[in-house]
């Protein structure tokens, strides 16, 4: 069974850090392209930043360009996201997702199959 399960997120300052992963089951990570994806409350999910499936390019939204970092650990089957300098507008619920029908980083949810279940970030003083 395929899983991909989200952890990780919580309650930060702003100027604060968080670390989020994503822990795949069922499946290799090592062919996929990642993402990470986020929902505030009334808008539609957006890309965050990604990770081509050979880890050899990433690709992040300007908003989140310097203070966001994407990894992968794929001995552990695992992705990441390592969130620096938190700000109140990055309050969203968090998503992880991979496809193995593209190799390089994909922006649009339609690209990706699979998506862990989401996890909250709150930033807030």
């Known amino acids: 069974q395929v899983q991909f399960v989200a952890s990780g997120g919580g309650s930060v300052q702003p100027g604060g850090s968080l670390r989020l992963s994503c822990a795949a089951s069922?499946?290799?990570?090592?062919?996929?392209?990642v993402g990470w994806f986020r929902q505030a409350p009334g808008k539609e999910r957006e890309f965050v930043a990604g990770m081509s499936w050979s880890g050899g390019s990433t690709y992040y939204a300007d908003f989140v360009k310097g203070r966001f970092t994407i990894s992968r650990d794929k001995a552990k089957n695992m992705v990441y996201l390592q969130m620096n300098s938190l700000k109140p507008e990055d309050t969203a619920v968090y998503y992880c997702?991979?496809?193995?029908?593209?190799?390089?980083?994909?922006?649009?949810?339609?690209?990706?199959?699979?998506w862990g279940q989401g996890t909250q970030v709150t930033v807030s003083s």
């Open positions: 069922g499946f290799s990570l090592d062919d996929y392209a």
């Open positions: 997702a991979a496809t193995a029908q593209y190799t390089q980083v994909m922006t649009s949810t339609t690209r990706y199959p699979y």
